[in-house]
């Protein structure tokens, strides 16, 4: 009779990295119902088509570098890489977009570094920005007038139509985005005219628009989902959101100059980023004060570029730049081990 | 009583306990089986040495081996019986190795060695009573066996807190909970006289709070103490994987760390299991010897899971089928916890003293290693870290053997409780990452010792070589100064003295010369196969030493040839305008001669290495290659003597 020979721990918490990913998944889902509510069913098409570029590009470079595939894409993390570009992106930018973006995040910025666990950048950002850069217009043009603004709503077939084939009627359907309205109208009028656009639909003050603010209800919804499941700690969304929140209320108090506070929270990817985006653990500083560290280096980038940036929306270069800094924030924010005085800094010295 | 201050420690985990099966049925002394096996080292420290022999009768609790060492431990017979072979045998170790082992062949009488304990202990030394805690054998039960009288001996001054470690957090172990149940009056009375060794200001019997029945009974006996001079307290502790680990119950009763590299004792701190306490008492109040303990016998593949009072030696299988164990469906053999035991091949292997459980673990329970998947630094790792280390770095470092950083992140702190191996969501085996890494860095470690050791006898050498040079270099300088001095002193003298010049004839001269030059040669010829031959000595036999003796003649003759040519040469220089042909020839033919004088000797030397030859030694190749080199040197020395003389 042969017993297994194993050293120790013998047990262990059942699931794989698959539960994980599959948890995180399954948070955005609030988020997908409101956003598909509120603007029509451009980012379930847009979910679907990134799912299938990333599965298919994810397999052919796992056959290329003769690793399982079947067992690797199990782990969800293509899938869920799928799901956080394709809601970052417009929900009615042409299907090209989406495929260079979902394409160029899992080849580029994910598989050629080695894959699972080894990329630096996060690579929906990656695929974001640069389809971002690349195509300003489709990529500004693209992005849903709220369905209550329009006659009848967007129906699925206009919603493939828009994305696949004909873009002549895209104008009837889109319009900016109330970050974007906000920012380039703010030097000129004062927050009452701003309010007047139809895209604020709601015009009591603060000044919100009513899909924006239910769309990142529900982010924030799904992310605190995802705080009580352990998923991750609480340190990196609440940097963020508290120093975004700490500058516009230093900065941007005045609402005839500057966005308001109530949209940078509440329009805009604020909540899919905090609790989403810059959560990617992969990607994220990893010990304690680090992601307090990364979470408000973040939110400041994030507040810097929408306010005097040129962009309307930051998320994703804000999360880039700092997925550069979380290797050295790491080394530099190690915790005081047991039985130690103080905590070791930086990296050992070589001899 | 004062309300004992918890405190809380980084991380830890909350893993299904799997305690309440063993928990069902009272201790039961576990059946004596046919024979013990007792390894000799069942502690930390040297392992004891045997007292007895093969077929010595032996009685129960009978000295069988001593601990010689003050870190090592004594060893009693468990039992009545018959000495079998002292030989190597399976222990409890994670390679599955063996180590001397006494073999008992029990009687089944269970005889006792008369024995009695102290009437009342207060009346005794701490001295006395911890020698007799070291002649019971006494070592730690919770799960390391470091010998009790060395932790004890510490000087009671520097003890404050003495803290009993009845946690017992990982899943399945039951006994500590059991022992504590049933013989709580027993247990308190150990840690009493525990006290009396130390004299601490107070005493904190740290318990989880998932073991009520255990907490209400040792409350009960500290109720019923007549006085409680150490403030004995129980203190119920959440339950949280590691509690019981040494460091995280100092931190959790007391809200201090042991200084990294220090010891409990450093911060006023003695901790002792519960179950040793219990074998204080036994060994103090009734002068019993340390020779059985209680294991939890328990897993999906046992179908009565209980505990047993088991004697030591027991071997695994004679445990499990008193059990009623279903070995075809056990998977997994584990002795100790699931979090932090050893897996056991073979079911000979004993129980030892710190052996507190058994897990025979159906595949169902404890499955088999998921497969590995990359890690996406989630950080959960971290979270469950009860020493604050940064698994997932410490993972990469490991792997890529990166031990500069892995120290840099302090993996020496790791105390493998397994929290983050069981939290991983990507299954990676990080524990054994870092025993992988420490045992490389302690590898490093020993080589460099080693290294360093070797440079340090090289660079001691080197010093003394230099130092010898320069003494012979100035020694030699003084010399030559002499020598010059003398010189000068002689020249300035010739000086004074002026003497007709000496044109000397260059010719002959020069001659002599080339003689000397050739013989220095034919010299050194014959010293070449004197090592020859000094080789052929150190290989083989005394014949040799004939041909050596010639040669060495041969050689002899050779000097006297050389200080011939240096008297020659003087003679020339004495004679200036020798232009008689005669005064040159003369010296020529004598020393053509004395060459063919040695010559001859020569071929003597040949004659017995003929000899040599014959009786088939097999140093004969060296000496002919001497013998002919040299001859070749003779031939041209002969050579050159015929032409100077032509």
Partial sequence: ?351 | MKQIQLHDFNGGIHPNENKIQSTTLEILNANIPEKLILPIAQHIGAPSNPVVKPGDTVLKGQLIAQGEDFVSCNLHAPTSGTIGEISLQPVPHQSNMTATSIEIITDGKDKWLEHSGLENYLNAEPEQLIKLIQQAGITGLGGAGFPTHVKTSIPASKIDTVIINAAECEPYITSDDMLMREHSQEVIRGIEILCHILKPKQCLIGIENNKPQAIEALQQAIDKLESNAYHIQVASIPTKYPSGGEKQLIQILTGQEVPNGGLPADIGVLLQNVGTAHAIYQAIDKGEPLISRITTVTGDACQQPRNYRVLFGTQVKDLLAQANTNLSKVSRLVMGGPMMGITLQDTNTPVVKTTNCLIAASKHELPDPAQEQACIRCGMCTQACPAQLLPQQLYWFSKSSNLEQAKAHNIGDCIECGACSYVCPSNIPLVQYYRFAKGEIRQANADKLKSDGAKKRFDTRTARLEREQAEKDAKRKARSEAAAKKQAEKKAQEAANPTPAADSNTVAEIDIAALQKKLDATKLGIEKSKTKLAEAIASDSDKVEILQGALEKAQTKMKDLALKIAQAKKASKATPEATDPASETDPLIALKEKVLAAKTRMEKAQERLNMAKEQNLDTVDALQMGVDKQKAKLDAAQKTLEEASQ
């Fill in chain 1, 1 to 351: 009779m042969k017993f297994l020979n194993i050293s120790s721990p013998h047990a262990t918490r059942a699931g794989n990295t698959g539960n994980v990913m599959r948890r995180v998944i399954l948070a955005t889902i609030p988020g997908i119902i409101a956003l598909t509510y509120f603007f029509g069913p451009g980012h379930l098409i847009q979910i679907a088509l990134a799912t299938c570029v990333a599965l298919v590009c994810e397999a052919a470079v796992l056959k290329l570098r003769h690793k399982p595939i079947l067992f690797n894409l199990m782990d969800y993390s293509a899938v869920l890489t799928a799901v956080l570009l394709a809601l970052s992106l417009p929900p009615y930018a042409p299907f090209w977009v989406t495929i260079v973006a979902t394409s160029f995040a899992i080849i580029v910025a994910k598989q050629l570094y080695g894959g699972l666990g080894q990329n630096p950048f996060n690579p929906a950002m990656i695929g974001f920005a640069l389809v971002l850069v690349s195509f300003p217009v489709a990529m500004t043009t693209s992005w849903s007038a709220p369905s209550e603004l329009l006659e009848n709503g967007i129906s699925f077939g206009q919603a493939l139509e828009l994305i696949f084939s004909s873009r002549e009627t895209i104008d009837a359907y889109t319009m900016a985005t109330p970050l974007d309205v906000y920012k380039h109208q703010v030097g000129i009028e004062t927050a009452n005219e701003i309010l007047a656009n139809p895209i604020f639909t709601d015009t009591s003050s603060p000044a919100t628009a009513t899909g924006w603010i239910w769309v990142n209800l529900a982010f924030l919804a799904g992310g605190l989902f995802m705080l009580f499941k352990g998923l991750f700690t609480w340190h990196i969304p609440v940097s963020l959101l508290g120093t975004m929140g700490l500058l516009s209320l230093f900065i941007g108090w005045d609402s005839d100059q500057y966005v308001p506070l109530s949209l940078h929270m509440l329009a805009g990817a604020t909540m899919l980023g905090a609790f989403f985006i810059a959560t990617d653990p992969v990607t994220a500083s990893t010990t304690p004060l680090g992601k307090i560290i990364y979470g408000g280096g973040i939110g400041i980038l994030i507040y810097v570029i929408r306010t005097w940036g040129s962009y309307p929306d930051a998320v994703a270069f804000a999360v880039l730049l700092m997925n550069f800094a979380a290797p050295f924030i790491d080394q530099y924010t190690q915790p005081r081990t047991y039985g130690h005085k103080t905590a070791t800094r930086g990296l050992a010295k070589k001899d």
